[in-house]
């Protein structure tokens, strides 16, 4: 399997359930994303991962919690959300962010629905 | 005021028409994005440019550093062009590399 892969496609989870959403590349990548995509708004960047270590971290609320195991794994876990927490959720990685050379690849994204 | 601005935010046009959506941006920047995003979600990268032009197919982006502003067109439209397109750039001097998103522009393309 070639990209940046997500799983689950579509999410329904209730305000007290606790899920993961998993995105896994296979471009040999350093660095991976997450984004939170809101009903005509921009591209919220979440969370940055670079040689697995966090580099960003937007202001996010505690209820999303990443982790990356590994340079070409990363998760978000998720608890206690708000159903404005609702939005399509998009990892994305790229080889080189150190450069001007910046290219992101994007995942399928997980539609999550917070009820 | 967003740091980039599309234009226009929906866009309905018949196949074979030539399109153009528009981006705009306030900041100094060291390279700007096109995207395409389909339903169902996933993401595209069309181009990425510093300057000039670039094509490719039937697709054309422009960009004007002095002016901040960036077109794509996209020529002999059709309805499988049908999609959202995003520009982003990645500002000057940012040490963390992020890219700041435009909007979109949903394009309708009728047969």
């Known amino acids: 399997e070639t990209g940046v892969t997500q799983t689950p496609r579509h999410l329904v989870m209730g305000m007290t359930n606790k899920k993961s959403l998993k995105c896994e590349q296979h471009l040999g990548h350093n660095a991976m994303y997450w984004y939170k995509q809101s009903a005509k708004k921009p591209l919220e960047l979440m969370f940055v991962y670079n040689f697995k270590e966090q580099t960003e971290n937007n202001s996010v609320p505690s209820r999303f919690s ?11 876990h998720l608890h206690t959300l708000q159903p404005e927490d609702s939005a399509l959720y998009l990892c994305a990685s790229t080889s080189a962010p150190g450069l001007a050379i ?14 | 005021k967003n ?4 234009s226009p935010q929906n ?3 018949q196949e074979g028409e030539f399109i153009t959506i528009n981006c705009s941006y306030s900041v100094g920047i060291s390279a700007l994005h096109w995207l395409q995003q389909h339903p ?15 094509k490719h197919g039937r697709l054309i982006a422009t960009i004007n550093i ?3 502003h960036s077109s794509l067109h996209i020529t002999a439209s059709h309805p499988r062009d049908s999609a959202v ?13 992020q890219l700041i998103w435009g909007a979109g522009t949903k394009l309708i393309i009728k047969p």
């Open chain 2, 85 to 97: 397109y995003i520009c982003a750039v990645l500002p000057l001097m940012d040490s963390n590399y």
């Open chain 2, 11 to 13: 866009l309905t046009a």
């Open chain 2, 40 to 54: 169902g979600g996933g993401i595209v990268s069309l181009f990425m440019l510093s300057s000039g032009k670039k």
């Open chain 1, 66 to 76: 990443p982790e990356c195991p590994n340079s070409s794994h990363l998760f978000l």
């Open chain 2, 66 to 68: 002095q002016e901040k």
């Open chain 1, 102 to 115: 910046y290219e992101q690849y994007f995942g399928p994204g997980t539609r999550l629905t917070v009820t």
């Open chain 2, 3 to 6: 740091e980039v601005e599309q």
